[in-house]
């Protein structure tokens, strides 16, 4: 958090600070292996409160203040972040919500498998649904037809190299 805060009052650039300071915060928290892998990026709350934001960077700067002030700043971005993670997680137990909903209505083992696979590659093709599952690609298609049908993810026109999507996961996802 301080690290970003000092690299934000010194990077020189207009545009692209906040980007590659959330980036050095991401690649920090790796190398420290605080985190494995990162989940979520500030970037999208963060901008929902811009001009606190500012206002919080110029704090610890000292601006228009007597010292820094470090504790307000470490306290909203500790808040931004809880509030990502939050959000995040929703969005996770309501993907759970989907894939479990789905299996409950399937009678096939193989159908809930590429059901299962669609939520690892929600923009799939059935080479790719055959390495995931293992199944042959008849198979697979039986399954990816009987999914359409269903109305549970949707196909493009074509004949040949068809994608299957499976936009309710996307629609999380993105939100």
Do not use: C
């Not at 985190?35 to 700067?61: Q, W």
């Not at 055959?130 to 493009?156: H, P, W």
């Amino acid at each position: 958090m301080t690290l970003f805060a000092q690299f934000e009052s010194i990077h020189p650039f207009l545009d692209g600070n906040g980007r590659l300071g959330r980036i050095l915060i991401a690649l920090y928290l790796l190398q420290t292996k605080i985190i494995e892998t990162p989940f979520f990026f500030l970037s999208e709350e963060l901008e929902k409160e811009k001009f606190r934001y500012y206002s919080m960077l110029n704090g610890v700067r000292g601006i228009g203040k007597k010292e820094p002030d470090w504790a307000s700043w470490i306290t909203f971005f500790l808040d931004t972040a809880e509030r990502m993670a939050k959000h995040q997680f929703a969005k996770l137990d309501e993907a759970e919500n989907l894939y479990e909903g789905g299996l409950q209505s399937f009678e096939q083992p193989s159908i809930a498998k590429v059901w299962g696979a669609m939520f690892e590659v929600p923009i799939a093709t059935v080479p790719q649904l055959e390495k995931i599952t293992g199944l042959a690609q008849g198979t697979i298609r039986k399954s990816l037809s009987y999914l359409v049908e269903k109305n549970m993810i949707f196909t493009d026109e074509r004949i040949r190299h068809k994608r299957y999507y499976h936009y309710d996961l996307i629609r999380i996802m993105t939100e």
